[in-house]
């Protein structure tokens, strides 16, 4: 089990954030191991989506539950093929500060155990790629701004 959990203050709000997060869809244009999403069943307060990941050679395609409070956390979940269980929770506050933080702890099992080693080596490095194209696109998409949420 790979189990990181990393913590950023992007120049965003949090309330901004949190909607390119759940835009699971534009992923594959800025994420850069995504090659492809597609959300269906879409509810007020989950969706469920199909979506194909590549690691150097490894490509994996997975269905995903993700689960959300706006505009306070959002939480994926999937299982299947080499995937044994695989969570992202994405946790948006405002400090007191009044800047804004994201937590995202990432939980990652694989079926078999070279691919666990595998996964445990390489998964602190994903997860801050991850927040790093996260926080370009951010910036890219809404420029910087003062971190508030309006409750």
């Given at each position: 089990?790979?189990?990181?959990?990393?913590?950023?203050?992007?120049?965003?709000?949090?309330?901004?954030?949190?909607?390119?997060?759940?835009?699971?869809?534009?992923?594959?244009?800025?994420?850069?191991?995504?090659?492809?999403?597609?959300?269906?069943?879409?509810?007020?307060?989950?969706?469920?989506?199909?979506?194909?990941?590549?690691?150097?050679?490894?490509?994996?395609?997975?269905?995903?539950?993700?689960?959300?409070?706006?505009?306070?956390?959002?939480?994926?979940?999937?299982?299947?093929?080499?995937?044994?269980?695989?969570?992202?929770?994405?946790?948006?506050?405002?400090?007191?500060?009044?800047?804004?933080?994201?937590?995202?702890?990432?939980?990652?099992?694989?079926?078999?155990?070279?691919?666990?080693?595998?996964?445990?080596k390489i998964s602190a490095e994903a997860v801050k790629t991850m927040l790093d194209a996260f926080e370009t696109e951010a910036a890219r998409r809404f420029g910087p701004t003062a971190c508030?949420?309006?409750?």
């Open positions: 089990m790979s189990n990181q959990l990393i913590r950023r203050e992007p120049d965003v709000t949090a309330e901004q954030l949190f909607d390119l997060v759940l835009d699971v869809e534009s992923y594959p244009r800025f994420v850069p191991w995504y090659e492809a999403a597609r959300v269906s069943d879409r509810k007020p307060d989950s969706y469920r989506t199909d979506q194909i990941v590549r690691f150097a050679v490894f490509r994996q395609q997975f269905k995903a539950i993700t689960r959300f409070e706006r505009p306070h956390w959002i939480t994926v979940s999937a299982s299947g093929g080499v995937v044994k269980n695989f969570d992202l929770h994405w946790k948006f506050s405002v400090l007191d500060s009044g800047g804004c933080e994201v937590a995202l702890t990432f939980d990652l099992s694989l079926t078999t155990r070279p691919l666990q080693s595998l996964a445990a508030a949420i309006q409750d």
